[in-house]
């Protein structure tokens, strides 16, 4: 069984600071991971994907992927009330396996 | 509008009803999907297909079935209704494997 795991929190973090969301994931040879967000009763909206291992910003959001760890990130920098939300992650096994599968989501609590 | 449009959004059915979600989608994608949302066990992929004539089972098949009746429309029907698939349902779509995954809005489905 192919899993992806996550904390689930909650992860409480002031307003301003730095949020770190972390995913493990099961199968060396998964290929593309994504982060999504969704708000409570709402669908998930994709933050960002990533494919290679390093980093990859957009904006306030940093994706970090080490395929050798088996491990993606999330970053959120000046973190916001806003952001306070469920951040899933997501993973793509490959090898013709299609869908995602997702974690259970983290809790991520902005403290104003 | 929505791309991904699904109905109904909210519906409350008794125990061996048949209940049909229906999802149609916009986004010219090949690919759909249904997933089902419960609290603390996450996203769990029901059935995807990859165009008209491709359905594939997913993680929690069973007591469900769907039909692809054209590229823009995927439907999720449960033939005999049990309160453990209480839940909230998600239709999606994407452009490929390993693609990003967009979500419907999501329906709300009560067994009684």
């Known amino acids: 069984q192919k899993e992806v795991e996550q904390n689930s929190g909650p992860l409480s973090v002031p307003e301003g600071a730095i949020a770190s969301l972390n995913c493990t994931y099961s199968d060396r040879g998964s290929q593309s991971f994504f982060w999504y967000r969704q708000y409570s009763g709402k669908s998930p909206e994709l933050i960002m994907f990533i494919y290679s291992n390093g980093d990859k910003e957009d904006g306030r959001f940093t994706a970090q992927l080490n395929k050798a760890s088996q491990y993606v990130s999330l970053l959120i920098r000046d973190s916001q009330p806003s952001d306070s939300a469920t951040y899933l992650c997501?993973?793509?096994w490959g090898g013709g396996a299609d869908g995602l599968t997702f974690g259970k989501g983290t809790h991520l609590i902005i403290q104003p | 509008d929505a791309d991904v449009t699904q109905t109904p959004r909210n519906r409350i059915t008794k125990t061996g009803k048949r209940i049909m979600l229906e999802c149609s989608q916009t986004?010219?994608?090949?690919?759909m999907y249904w997933y089902r949302q419960d609290p603390g066990l996450g996203l769990r992929l029901i059935y995807y297909s990859f165009d008209v004539k491709d359905i594939n089972k997913g993680e929690i098949s069973d007591g469900y079935s769907v039909s692809r009746q054209a590229q823009a429309k995927f439907s999720l029907s449960l033939e005999s209704a049990i309160p453990n698939q209480t839940a909230l349902y998600f239709c999606?779509?994407?452009?490929?494997?390993?693609?990003?995954?967009?979500f419907g809005e999501g329906s709300w489905l009560t067994v009684v």
């Open positions: 999606a779509t994407s452009g490929g494997s390993g693609n990003t995954i967009y």
């Open positions: 986004k010219g994608h090949d690919r």
């Open positions: 997501a993973v793509n």
